[in-house]
Protein backbone atom coordinates (compact mmCIF):
# COMPACT_ATOMS: atom_id res chain seq x y z
CA UNK A 1 0.00 0.00 0.00
CA UNK A 2 1.35 3.42 -1.10
CA UNK A 3 0.74 6.65 1.32
CA UNK A 4 0.07 9.74 -0.39
CA UNK A 5 1.24 12.18 1.78
CA UNK A 6 -0.77 15.57 1.36
CA UNK A 7 0.82 18.55 -0.88
CA UNK A 8 1.87 20.83 2.42
CA UNK A 9 4.07 18.41 3.77
CA UNK A 10 6.13 18.41 0.44
CA UNK A 11 6.51 22.17 0.81
CA UNK A 12 9.96 23.16 1.72
CA UNK A 13 8.82 25.23 5.20
CA UNK A 14 7.19 22.40 6.33
CA UNK A 15 10.38 20.37 5.66
CA UNK A 16 12.66 22.76 7.19
CA UNK A 17 10.54 22.94 10.73
CA UNK A 18 11.05 18.80 10.46
CA UNK A 19 14.79 19.57 10.00
CA UNK A 20 15.55 21.77 13.01
CA UNK A 21 13.14 19.68 14.82
CA UNK A 22 15.04 16.37 14.47
CA UNK A 23 18.49 18.67 15.06
CA UNK A 24 17.17 20.06 18.46
CA UNK A 25 16.20 16.99 19.47
CA UNK A 26 19.49 15.14 18.82
CA UNK A 27 20.98 18.07 20.64
CA UNK A 28 19.34 17.98 24.02
CA UNK A 29 18.88 14.68 23.91
CA UNK A 30 20.65 14.01 27.83
CA UNK A 31 21.00 17.34 28.67
CA UNK A 32 19.12 19.30 31.10
CA UNK A 33 16.44 21.78 31.38
CA UNK A 34 15.31 22.95 34.58
CA UNK A 35 11.26 24.46 34.65
CA UNK A 36 10.49 27.20 36.95
CA UNK A 37 6.62 26.75 36.74
CA UNK A 38 4.45 29.46 38.53
CA UNK A 39 1.71 28.30 40.36
CA UNK A 40 -1.16 30.23 38.59
CA UNK A 41 -0.91 29.03 35.55
CA UNK A 42 -2.51 25.77 37.13
CA UNK A 43 -5.98 27.34 36.91
CA UNK A 44 -5.91 28.04 32.90
CA UNK A 45 -7.82 25.18 31.13
CA UNK A 46 -4.67 24.23 28.82
CA UNK A 47 -2.65 23.94 31.99
CA UNK A 48 -3.18 20.09 31.12
CA UNK A 49 -1.96 20.35 27.41
CA UNK A 50 1.28 21.94 28.41
CA UNK A 51 2.05 19.32 31.22
CA UNK A 52 1.56 17.07 28.75
CA UNK A 53 3.86 19.48 26.27
CA UNK A 54 6.87 18.23 29.32
CA UNK A 55 6.18 14.91 29.48
CA UNK A 56 7.16 14.93 25.59
CA UNK A 57 10.37 16.48 26.49
CA UNK A 58 11.03 14.33 29.60
CA UNK A 59 9.90 11.17 26.54
CA UNK A 60 12.37 12.81 24.15
CA UNK A 61 15.15 12.06 26.45
CA UNK A 62 15.81 15.55 28.12
CA UNK A 63 16.47 15.07 31.65
CA UNK A 64 13.79 17.88 33.62
CA UNK A 65 14.02 19.36 36.97
CA UNK A 66 10.88 21.35 37.66
CA UNK A 67 10.86 23.93 40.06
CA UNK A 68 7.17 25.02 41.66
CA UNK A 69 6.32 29.15 42.32
CA UNK A 70 3.74 28.67 44.94
CA UNK A 71 3.44 32.77 45.67
CA UNK A 72 -0.89 32.59 44.26
CA UNK A 73 -1.20 29.23 46.77
CA UNK A 74 0.16 30.10 49.80
CA UNK A 75 -1.68 33.55 49.40
CA UNK A 76 -4.86 31.74 49.24
CA UNK A 77 -4.31 29.23 52.15
CA UNK A 78 -3.22 32.10 54.41
CA UNK A 79 -6.40 34.59 53.41
CA UNK A 80 -8.86 31.32 53.76
CA UNK A 81 -7.04 30.67 57.76
CA UNK A 82 -7.26 34.46 58.45
CA UNK A 83 -3.28 34.17 59.17
CA UNK A 84 -1.99 37.74 58.16
CA UNK A 85 1.26 38.12 57.03
CA UNK A 86 3.32 41.53 56.45
CA UNK A 87 5.91 42.08 52.72
CA UNK A 88 8.47 43.67 52.99
CA UNK A 89 10.10 45.22 49.79
CA UNK A 90 8.90 42.41 48.31
CA UNK A 91 9.63 39.85 50.32
CA UNK A 92 6.95 37.77 52.57
CA UNK A 93 7.69 37.96 56.79
CA UNK A 94 6.55 33.97 57.66
CA UNK A 95 5.95 33.78 61.05
CA UNK A 96 5.32 30.57 63.14
CA UNK A 97 1.70 30.28 62.15
CA UNK A 98 1.77 31.00 58.72
CA UNK A 99 4.97 28.67 58.23
CA UNK A 100 2.19 25.92 58.48
CA UNK A 101 0.26 27.05 55.75
CA UNK A 102 3.07 27.52 53.55
CA UNK A 103 4.11 23.36 54.17
CA UNK A 104 0.55 22.59 53.28
CA UNK A 105 0.26 25.13 50.11
CA UNK A 106 4.01 24.03 48.73
CA UNK A 107 3.11 20.35 49.31
CA UNK A 108 -0.71 20.53 47.59
CA UNK A 109 1.51 22.65 44.34
CA UNK A 110 3.94 20.00 44.01
CA UNK A 111 1.43 17.25 44.33
CA UNK A 112 -0.96 18.99 41.45
CA UNK A 113 2.50 18.33 39.12
CA UNK A 114 3.21 15.41 40.40
CA UNK A 115 0.09 14.22 39.19
CA UNK A 116 0.09 15.62 35.99
CA UNK A 117 2.82 13.93 34.85
CA UNK A 118 1.89 10.44 36.16
CA UNK A 119 -1.20 11.09 33.86
CA UNK A 120 1.30 11.22 31.00
CA UNK A 121 3.36 8.12 32.85
CA UNK A 122 6.24 10.12 33.92
CA UNK A 123 7.45 9.85 37.30
CA UNK A 124 7.90 13.08 39.52
CA UNK A 125 9.27 12.62 42.54
CA UNK A 126 9.49 15.24 45.55
CA UNK A 127 11.90 15.56 48.86
CA UNK A 128 14.01 17.78 51.07
CA UNK A 129 17.14 18.69 49.28
CA UNK A 130 17.52 22.01 49.80
CA UNK A 131 19.63 23.22 52.69
CA UNK A 132 18.50 26.64 54.03
CA UNK A 133 19.20 29.53 56.12
CA UNK A 134 17.10 32.48 57.25
CA UNK A 135 17.23 35.82 55.79
CA UNK A 136 17.43 36.86 59.77
CA UNK A 137 17.19 40.74 60.44
CA UNK A 138 17.89 43.24 57.44
CA UNK A 139 16.89 47.02 57.91
CA UNK A 140 15.58 46.19 61.34
CA UNK A 141 13.14 43.73 60.25
CA UNK A 142 12.88 40.07 61.18
CA UNK A 143 12.38 37.45 57.84
CA UNK A 144 11.41 34.78 60.74
CA UNK A 145 10.71 31.76 58.89
CA UNK A 146 11.70 33.52 55.05
CA UNK A 147 14.69 31.84 54.25
CA UNK A 148 17.30 31.53 51.44
CA UNK A 149 18.88 28.77 49.63
CA UNK A 150 22.11 27.93 50.81
CA UNK A 151 23.09 24.71 48.75
CA UNK A 152 21.00 21.82 46.34
CA UNK A 153 21.73 18.33 47.46
CA UNK A 154 22.70 18.02 43.73
CA UNK A 155 24.07 14.20 43.92
CA UNK A 156 20.14 12.95 45.03
CA UNK A 157 18.87 15.28 42.10
CA UNK A 158 21.26 13.74 39.65
CA UNK A 159 20.63 10.22 41.14
CA UNK A 160 17.44 10.79 40.44
CA UNK A 161 17.50 12.62 36.97
CA UNK A 162 19.75 8.95 36.12
CA UNK A 163 16.90 7.10 37.05
CA UNK A 164 14.47 8.67 35.03
CA UNK A 165 12.66 10.50 37.78
CA UNK A 166 11.74 14.39 37.53
CA UNK A 167 12.51 15.87 40.27
CA UNK A 168 9.66 18.11 41.18
CA UNK A 169 11.77 21.58 44.03
CA UNK A 170 9.05 22.89 45.71
CA UNK A 171 10.20 26.39 48.20
CA UNK A 172 10.63 24.38 51.32
CA UNK A 173 14.20 24.18 52.78
CA UNK A 174 15.58 22.81 56.13
CA UNK A 175 18.70 23.86 58.10
CA UNK A 176 21.26 21.99 59.45
CA UNK A 177 18.69 21.15 62.89
CA UNK A 178 15.93 20.74 60.85
CA UNK A 179 14.07 23.81 60.56
CA UNK A 180 11.73 24.78 58.01
CA UNK A 181 12.27 27.82 55.74
CA UNK A 182 9.70 29.58 53.17
CA UNK A 183 12.16 30.54 50.09
CA UNK A 184 11.69 32.24 46.62
CA UNK A 185 11.07 29.32 44.14
CA UNK A 186 13.25 31.96 41.79
CA UNK A 187 16.14 31.65 43.84
CA UNK A 188 16.07 27.91 44.21
CA UNK A 189 16.00 27.45 40.21
CA UNK A 190 19.03 29.99 40.27
CA UNK A 191 20.67 28.05 42.52
CA UNK A 192 20.10 24.53 40.55
CA UNK A 193 21.42 26.04 37.83
CA UNK A 194 24.21 27.50 39.47
CA UNK A 195 24.78 23.68 40.96
CA UNK A 196 24.71 21.78 37.95
CA UNK A 197 25.30 21.79 34.91
CA UNK A 198 22.27 22.68 32.93
CA UNK A 199 21.59 23.52 29.76
CA UNK A 200 18.31 25.76 29.61
CA UNK A 201 16.28 27.57 32.49
CA UNK A 202 12.58 28.53 31.73
CA UNK A 203 10.74 30.70 33.91
CA UNK A 204 7.36 29.81 32.62
CA UNK A 205 4.55 32.27 33.47
CA UNK A 206 1.27 33.84 34.17
CA UNK A 207 2.18 36.68 32.21
CA UNK A 208 3.80 38.30 29.36
CA UNK A 209 7.63 37.60 28.69
CA UNK A 210 9.86 40.72 28.83
CA UNK A 211 8.16 44.12 28.32
CA UNK A 212 9.12 46.93 26.17
CA UNK A 213 6.76 49.33 27.54
CA UNK A 214 7.93 52.48 29.30
CA UNK A 215 11.57 51.45 28.67
CA UNK A 216 14.68 52.34 26.97
CA UNK A 217 15.47 49.87 24.12
CA UNK A 218 18.91 48.58 24.67
CA UNK A 219 20.74 48.95 21.32
CA UNK A 220 20.96 45.78 19.75
CA UNK A 221 18.41 43.85 21.35
CA UNK A 222 15.85 42.31 19.38
CA UNK A 223 11.74 42.76 19.99
CA UNK A 224 8.92 40.66 18.44
CA UNK A 225 7.13 42.13 15.42
CA UNK A 226 3.84 43.04 18.12
CA UNK A 227 6.59 45.46 19.78
CA UNK A 228 5.63 44.24 22.79
CA UNK A 229 8.16 42.08 24.31
CA UNK A 230 12.11 41.38 24.06
CA UNK A 231 12.41 38.28 22.11
CA UNK A 232 16.51 37.91 22.35
CA UNK A 233 18.89 39.89 24.99
CA UNK A 234 22.38 38.96 25.29
CA UNK A 235 23.90 39.97 29.01
CA UNK A 236 25.06 43.57 28.07
CA UNK A 237 21.73 44.15 27.12
CA UNK A 238 20.26 42.91 30.68
CA UNK A 239 22.79 45.44 32.14
CA UNK A 240 21.45 48.09 30.38
CA UNK A 241 17.94 46.82 31.73
CA UNK A 242 19.00 46.71 35.07
CA UNK A 243 20.80 49.84 34.77
CA UNK A 244 18.94 52.27 33.00
CA UNK A 245 15.71 50.76 33.28
CA UNK A 246 15.41 49.17 36.73
CA UNK A 247 12.71 51.44 37.77
CA UNK A 248 10.74 50.90 35.09
CA UNK A 249 10.93 46.65 35.89
CA UNK A 250 8.69 44.95 38.30
CA UNK A 251 10.38 43.60 41.16
CA UNK A 252 9.82 40.11 39.91
CA UNK A 253 11.72 40.96 35.98
CA UNK A 254 14.71 42.40 38.01
CA UNK A 255 15.02 39.22 40.02
CA UNK A 256 14.99 37.04 36.88
CA UNK A 257 17.14 39.18 34.85
CA UNK A 258 19.52 39.03 37.76
CA UNK A 259 19.15 35.83 38.33
CA UNK A 260 19.52 35.26 34.14
CA UNK A 261 22.53 36.89 34.41
CA UNK A 262 24.38 35.27 37.06
CA UNK A 263 23.25 31.60 36.10
CA UNK A 264 24.89 32.47 32.23
CA UNK A 265 27.55 34.46 32.99
CA UNK A 266 30.10 32.32 34.47
CA UNK A 267 32.22 28.49 33.34
CA UNK A 268 29.83 26.26 32.42
CA UNK A 269 27.09 28.23 32.90
CA UNK A 270 23.72 27.58 31.46
CA UNK A 271 23.54 28.08 27.65
CA UNK A 272 20.16 30.07 27.48
CA UNK A 273 17.43 31.40 29.65
CA UNK A 274 13.81 31.19 28.17
CA UNK A 275 11.24 33.71 29.79
CA UNK A 276 8.05 32.46 28.22
CA UNK A 277 3.97 33.07 28.73
CA UNK A 278 2.71 29.54 29.64
CA UNK A 279 -1.29 30.38 29.29
CA UNK A 280 -0.20 30.53 25.65
CA UNK A 281 -1.06 27.30 24.04
CA UNK A 282 2.32 25.74 22.69
CA UNK A 283 4.82 28.40 23.74
CA UNK A 284 7.30 25.74 25.17
CA UNK A 285 7.95 23.55 22.72
CA UNK A 286 7.82 26.69 20.25
CA UNK A 287 11.18 28.02 22.49
CA UNK A 288 12.75 24.49 22.60
CA UNK A 289 12.46 23.24 18.90
CA UNK A 290 12.50 26.72 16.60
CA UNK A 291 14.82 29.36 16.47
CA UNK A 292 12.13 31.58 16.52
CA UNK A 293 10.44 31.14 19.82
CA UNK A 294 7.46 33.05 21.28
CA UNK A 295 9.07 34.81 24.30
CA UNK A 296 12.47 36.37 25.72
CA UNK A 297 15.65 34.65 25.07
CA UNK A 298 18.65 35.60 27.15
CA UNK A 299 21.95 34.89 26.49
CA UNK A 300 25.90 35.16 26.59
CA UNK A 301 26.61 37.65 24.07
CA UNK A 302 25.90 38.73 20.67
CA UNK A 303 29.01 37.20 19.36
CA UNK A 304 28.12 34.29 21.41
CA UNK A 305 26.03 33.12 18.66
CA UNK A 306 28.21 33.19 15.95
CA UNK A 307 31.39 30.43 14.92
CA UNK A 308 32.95 29.17 12.66
CA UNK A 309 31.36 26.78 10.37
CA UNK A 310 32.41 22.97 9.67
CA UNK A 311 32.04 20.61 6.58
CA UNK A 312 28.50 19.74 8.27
CA UNK A 313 27.08 22.72 7.97
CA UNK A 314 27.70 23.18 4.00
CA UNK A 315 23.89 22.27 2.92
CA UNK A 316 22.75 25.37 5.66
CA UNK A 317 25.15 27.47 3.96
CA UNK A 318 24.48 26.33 0.27
CA UNK A 319 20.51 26.72 1.02
CA UNK A 320 21.26 30.58 2.52
CA UNK A 321 23.51 31.38 -0.45
CA UNK A 322 20.87 29.95 -3.36
CA UNK A 323 18.33 32.84 -3.04
CA UNK A 324 20.95 35.43 -2.84
CA UNK A 325 22.67 33.68 -6.19
CA UNK A 326 19.60 33.83 -8.01
CA UNK A 327 18.79 37.76 -7.55
CA UNK A 328 22.71 38.55 -8.57
CA UNK A 329 23.32 39.61 -5.27
CA UNK A 330 26.05 36.85 -4.59
CA UNK A 331 28.53 34.84 -7.04
CA UNK A 332 27.68 31.25 -7.29
CA UNK A 333 29.79 29.02 -4.57
CA UNK A 334 29.56 25.39 -5.44
CA UNK A 335 29.87 22.70 -2.21
CA UNK A 336 33.41 22.25 -3.63
CA UNK A 337 34.36 25.94 -3.22
CA UNK A 338 32.71 26.13 0.49
CA UNK A 339 34.59 22.75 1.11
CA UNK A 340 38.43 23.86 0.22
CA UNK A 341 37.51 27.28 2.25
CA UNK A 342 35.22 26.27 5.36
CA UNK A 343 37.83 27.05 8.20
CA UNK A 344 36.85 30.82 6.41
CA UNK A 345 33.21 30.87 7.18
CA UNK A 346 31.61 32.37 9.85
CA UNK A 347 28.03 31.38 11.01
CA UNK A 348 25.34 33.40 13.04
CA UNK A 349 23.53 30.64 14.25
CA UNK A 350 21.02 30.54 16.59
CA UNK A 351 20.97 26.58 18.29
CA UNK A 352 20.87 25.03 15.04
CA UNK A 353 19.58 27.47 12.92
CA UNK A 354 21.57 29.34 10.89
CA UNK A 355 20.04 33.07 10.69
CA UNK A 356 23.10 34.72 8.26
CA UNK A 357 27.04 33.85 7.53
CA UNK A 358 30.10 36.16 6.01
CA UNK A 359 33.64 34.29 5.13
CA UNK A 360 37.13 35.86 5.55
CA UNK A 361 39.30 34.88 3.04
CA UNK A 362 43.27 35.33 3.64
CA UNK A 363 44.88 36.08 0.70
CA UNK A 364 48.63 36.75 2.11
CA UNK A 365 51.07 39.70 2.90
CA UNK A 366 48.16 40.61 4.97
CA UNK A 367 44.93 40.94 2.64
CA UNK A 368 41.94 39.32 2.99
CA UNK A 369 38.34 39.33 1.45
CA UNK A 370 35.43 39.37 3.03
CA UNK A 371 32.42 37.62 1.09
CA UNK A 372 29.43 35.57 1.44
CA UNK A 373 27.41 37.88 3.44
CA UNK A 374 23.87 36.67 3.70
CA UNK A 375 20.91 36.93 6.08
CA UNK A 376 17.95 34.70 6.00
CA UNK A 377 15.07 36.55 4.71
CA UNK A 378 13.15 35.69 8.59
CA UNK A 379 15.47 37.58 10.35
CA UNK A 380 16.53 40.94 8.13
CA UNK A 381 17.16 43.71 9.99
CA UNK A 382 17.94 42.47 13.40
CA UNK A 383 21.30 43.33 13.10
CA UNK A 384 22.55 39.93 12.22
CA UNK A 385 24.63 41.32 9.00
CA UNK A 386 26.09 43.86 10.83
CA UNK A 387 27.17 41.90 13.95
CA UNK A 388 28.46 39.20 10.96
CA UNK A 389 30.62 41.70 9.78
CA UNK A 390 31.80 43.44 12.63
CA UNK A 391 33.05 40.05 14.06
CA UNK A 392 34.46 39.80 10.61
CA UNK A 393 36.73 42.83 11.03
CA UNK A 394 37.19 42.03 14.46
CA UNK A 395 39.06 38.75 13.28
CA UNK A 396 40.84 40.03 11.16
CA UNK A 397 42.27 42.66 13.45
CA UNK A 398 42.96 39.87 15.84
CA UNK A 399 45.04 37.96 13.15
CA UNK A 400 46.96 41.65 12.20
CA UNK A 401 46.01 41.74 9.00
CA UNK A 402 46.18 45.11 7.54
CA UNK A 403 43.68 45.53 4.29
CA UNK A 404 40.04 43.65 3.61
CA UNK A 405 38.19 44.44 0.66
CA UNK A 406 35.12 43.38 -0.68
CA UNK A 407 33.16 43.07 -3.89
CA UNK A 408 29.74 44.01 -4.28
CA UNK A 409 27.23 44.93 -6.68
CA UNK A 410 24.25 45.82 -4.39
CA UNK A 411 25.56 46.50 -0.83
CA UNK A 412 27.64 49.14 -1.09
CA UNK A 413 25.80 51.82 0.93
CA UNK A 414 25.42 49.05 3.52
CA UNK A 415 29.16 48.31 4.16
CA UNK A 416 30.11 52.35 4.08
CA UNK A 417 29.14 52.06 7.40
CA UNK A 418 31.83 49.59 8.81
CA UNK A 419 34.21 52.03 7.44
CA UNK A 420 34.44 50.41 3.73
CA UNK A 421 35.56 53.03 0.37
CA UNK A 422 35.82 52.81 -2.95
CA UNK A 423 38.65 51.98 -4.51
CA UNK A 424 39.51 50.70 -8.21
CA UNK A 425 40.29 47.00 -9.19
CA UNK A 426 43.68 47.96 -9.81
CA UNK A 427 44.06 48.00 -5.62
CA UNK A 428 43.23 44.57 -5.29
CA UNK A 429 46.31 42.35 -4.70
CA UNK A 430 47.24 40.95 -7.91
CA UNK A 431 46.24 37.23 -7.72
CA UNK A 432 42.21 38.74 -7.05
CA UNK A 433 42.46 41.38 -10.01
CA UNK A 434 43.45 38.14 -11.81
CA UNK A 435 39.90 36.77 -10.89
CA UNK A 436 37.96 40.00 -11.09
CA UNK A 437 34.97 39.43 -13.02
CA UNK A 438 34.73 42.98 -15.43
CA UNK A 439 31.33 41.92 -16.97
CA UNK A 440 29.66 41.45 -13.55
CA UNK A 441 31.30 45.25 -12.47
CA UNK A 442 31.45 44.77 -9.36
CA UNK A 443 32.25 47.79 -6.70
CA UNK A 444 35.15 47.40 -4.99
CA UNK A 445 35.43 48.30 -1.23
CA UNK A 446 38.51 48.73 0.60
CA UNK A 447 38.96 48.76 4.55
CA UNK A 448 42.59 49.58 5.99
CA UNK A 449 42.40 48.13 9.79
C1 LIG B 1 23.03 42.95 3.28
C2 LIG B 1 22.57 41.99 4.36
C3 LIG B 1 23.68 41.01 4.69
C4 LIG B 1 22.20 42.80 5.63
O1 LIG B 1 21.83 41.92 6.67
P1 LIG B 1 20.84 42.37 7.85
O2 LIG B 1 21.01 41.42 8.98
O3 LIG B 1 19.47 42.54 7.32
O4 LIG B 1 21.46 43.78 8.20
P2 LIG B 1 21.35 44.63 9.54
O5 LIG B 1 20.15 44.25 10.32
O6 LIG B 1 22.65 44.60 10.20
O7 LIG B 1 21.12 46.06 8.92
C5 LIG B 1 19.88 46.37 8.38
C6 LIG B 1 19.94 47.75 7.74
O8 LIG B 1 20.74 47.68 6.56
C7 LIG B 1 19.96 48.14 5.47
N1 LIG B 1 20.34 47.39 4.28
C8 LIG B 1 20.15 46.08 4.04
N2 LIG B 1 20.62 45.77 2.82
C9 LIG B 1 21.11 46.90 2.30
C10 LIG B 1 21.72 47.23 1.06
N3 LIG B 1 21.90 46.33 0.09
N4 LIG B 1 22.12 48.49 0.86
C11 LIG B 1 21.94 49.45 1.81
N5 LIG B 1 21.36 49.20 3.00
C12 LIG B 1 20.95 47.94 3.23
C13 LIG B 1 18.53 47.84 5.85
O9 LIG B 1 17.64 48.69 5.16
C14 LIG B 1 18.53 48.14 7.34
O10 LIG B 1 18.39 49.51 7.57
P3 LIG B 1 17.66 50.06 8.90
O11 LIG B 1 18.45 49.51 10.06
O12 LIG B 1 17.76 51.53 8.75
O13 LIG B 1 16.30 49.49 8.84
C15 LIG B 1 21.28 41.21 3.95
O14 LIG B 1 20.32 42.14 3.55
C16 LIG B 1 21.49 40.21 2.83
O15 LIG B 1 21.67 39.04 3.09
N6 LIG B 1 21.45 40.68 1.57
C17 LIG B 1 21.61 39.81 0.42
C18 LIG B 1 23.04 39.36 0.24
C19 LIG B 1 24.00 40.53 0.04
O16 LIG B 1 23.71 41.47 -0.67
N7 LIG B 1 25.18 40.41 0.69
C20 LIG B 1 26.23 41.38 0.60
C21 LIG B 1 27.03 41.04 -0.61
S1 LIG B 1 28.71 41.13 -0.35
Known amino acids: ??????????????????????????????????????????????????????????????????????????????????????????????????????????????????????????????????????????????????????????????????????????????????????????????????????????????????????????????????????SNMDLGHVNFMLGKNKEHLSFENQALLAHSKEVIDRPKGVNRVHVIDGRKEGRLLQEVFSSIGGGTLIYGNQYAHIRQATLDDIPEILHLLDGYVKKGNLVLRRASDIKKQIHAYYLYAVDHAIYGCGALYELGDGWAEIGAVAVNDTYKSKGIGRGVVQYLIQTARQKELKTLFLLTTQAADWFFEFGFAWASPSKLPESRQKGYDFERNSRVLLLKL
Not at 83 to 94: D, L, P, S
Open 1 to 230: MTIQLPQRYADRACVNTIREVFDYIRRYKGKTFVLKIEDTLIDYPLFPLLMKDIVQLHDMGIHLVIVTGTRATIKRHLAKARCHTKVFNGVRITSNSAMAHVKLAAMEVAQTIISHLSTGNANGITGNWIRARTLGVCEGQDYQYTGHVEKIQFDIIHKLLAQNFIPVVYNIGMNATGDFYNLNSDQIARQICLDLTIEKLFFIRAQDAIPTKGVEIPPGSQIHPNGEIF
